[in-house]
């Protein structure tokens, strides 16, 4: 049972191995985390030291070795795989750094996607996703299919769908490590609005010590533990 005092999320002694036997790789080891609505949080590190990996296990895609993710007090992992994907859809939006649209569908069509996979009426969708893309520029965009828009489209049209139903987290993984710079700093910008706009508490895997920077708290991953930043973000190569 979720409780409204508890923190948004709060990770326990969260641990993640990988193999078995003496070719085993513990990636995580005893990571603490709380994050509140409103929150907005870098978590950088060197390539391969887990960070995408602590993302997935935040986000619910993938399951811990140990320690507890909780939610507003409830042990998410406690719940069935169907449970879980149902708060997944709810309760977190997704930005990866590969969009992951549906390439063959247009923009509006891929905004909708969220709401129609709860069950909720095309008409309603179809307004909330037009709304939404209008917010991030691409009103003039709706009807065209994302195979055709620019990487920028395609990663604003990515964000719009994490946010059309209003979710009270967002989960960015290197959103704008695959966009020139221009554009990864009018991405950057636009989450940044939104968080501000919305309340939406905000965890970007990023290299980028600008956006670290922007977002305000850093959080380095280094040998499995994941520990505040002194100052200036580092450890972001």
Not at 12 to 24: C, I, M, V, W, Y
Not at 56 to 69: A, F, N
Not at 101 to 114: D, K, R
Not at 209 to 224: K, P
Request: proline residues 5%.
């Amino acid at each position: 049972m979720s409780s409204p005092e508890a923190p948004l999320i709060a990770v326990e002694g969260l641990s993640k191995r990988f193999g078995a036997g003496p070719s085993a790789i513990d990636v995580l080891q005893g990571v603490d985390l709380v994050l509140e609505a409103g929150d907005r949080v870098a978590i950088v590190g060197q390539s391969g030291v887990g960070k995408s990996t602590l993302l997935h296990l935040l986000g619910t895609l993938d399951r811990p070795s140990g320690g507890r993710v909780l939610f507003r007090g409830e042990d998410v992992f406690a719940r069935s795989s169907s449970d879980l994907a149902r708060l997944r859809n709810q309760f977190l939006g997704f930005v990866f750094q590969f969009h992951h649209l549906l390439p063959e569908f247009s923009a509006v069509e891929n905004v909708m996607m969220p709401g129609l996979l709860q069950g909720r009426a095309r008409d309603e969708m179809r307004e909330r996703a037009g709304q939404i893309l209008g917010e991030v520029g691409l009103s003039h965009r709706l009807d065209h299919p994302v195979g055709k828009l620019s990487g920028g489209e395609r990663q604003r049209v990515a964000v719009a769908r994490a946010l059309v139903l209003e979710p009270p987290v967002v989960l960015a993984d290197e959103p704008t490590g695959n966009l020139d710079p221009a554009t990864g700093a009018d991405v950057a910008g636009l989450l940044l609005e939104m968080n501000r706009t919305r309340g939406t508490t905000l965890v970007v895997v990023t290299h980028s010590a600008r956006m670290a920077e922007q977002l305000g708290r850093t959080l380095v991953l280094a040998d499995g533990r994941l520990e505040e930043a002194a100052g200036r973000a580092e450890g972001l190569v």
